[in-house]
């Protein structure tokens, strides 16, 4: 139940949401909610049951495709193995919206890959959307259009991401230099030994106007943190 706020979703409240919407909706969390001891066989007449537009032969050559053994017990998947699962669960009853909650946690970097391959496969059929939380800063540069940054439970920016990666910029002046700085586009500021570390989202007029300050592109790990531990310019 929410303590505060208001959400929609397919422009409905969650206590409005029918068996069909709900249908809609694929979602992977850190833990799949399958028994261990089932087999992924074991699995198809659930999945069935449970989702009207379940693509069984879909679901079927994804697991050929990432490697998922159908006669296994789930208990002795790998950590890559259960996450492709739940994946291939999420996607393969046509839902319209993902929900993914810290996904790639504990991948390595080939089975992340696949696992982004397989989001991005989703995508591309038809009008679809995926919300997803995660501290890994790759899948969210690789894979969302809009970014945001939520501290102490309240949203401190919201960008489109390729606007944040094309755009924005970390400037490091030196004390001397900060002081002559024209301070007007900058978001934050951090004091530093060499100096200040600053944020922009400005980062071309800088560069056009300062070229002696050294001025970054930045990526989404250092935005987060000068956001939450900078001060207002």
């Given amino acids: 139940h929410a303590d ?29 909610g399958f028994s261990g001891y089932m087999t992924v066989k074991d699995l198809l007449p659930i999945l069935s049951a449970l989702y009207k537009k379940f693509d ?12 998922i053994p159908l006669n296994k017990k ?13 994946l291939l ?3 393969t009853h046509e839902a319209k919206l993902l929900v993914l909650d810290e996904p790639t946690a504990g991948l390595d970097v080939i089975v992340r890959d696949e696992f982004l391959e397989m989001l991005q ?15 890994i800063s790759s899948d969210l540069e690789s894979l969302c259009d809009d970014f945001y940054m939520i501290h102490d439970g309240k949203i401190i ?12 910029g970390i400037l490091k002046p ?9 301070k007007k586009y900058l978001l934050k500021v951090k004091e530093e030994a060499f100096g200040y570390r600053c944020l922009t989202n400005e980062r071309q007029y800088y560069m056009e106007n300062y070229p002696d ?11 987060i943190l000068i956001m939450v531990k900078g001060e207002r310019a």
Avoid: W
């Fill in 174 to 182: 030196t004390a001397e230099q900060y002081q002559t700085l024209d």
């Fill in 74 to 86: 789930i208990k002795d998947f790998s950590t890559g193995m259960k996450t492709k699962l739940k």
């Fill in 89 to 91: 669960v999420a996607t």
């Fill in 157 to 168: 920016m919201h960008e489109e991401t390729d606007i944040l990666l094309s755009e924005y």
């Fill in 213 to 223: 300050i050294i001025i970054e592109k930045g990526n989404i790990d250092e935005i």
């Fill in 56 to 67: 069984k032969n879909a679901f079927l050559k994804g697991c050929e495709k990432y490697r």
């Fill in 4 to 32: 505060g706020g208001v959400i929609e979703v397919f422009g409905k409240q969650p206590f409005e949401l029918t068996k069909d919407d709900k249908a809609d909706i694929g979602v992977v969390l850190s833990d799949s």
């Fill in 121 to 135: 496969d989703y995508m591309s059929k038809g009008e679809r959307s995926i919300l997803i939380s995660s501290h």
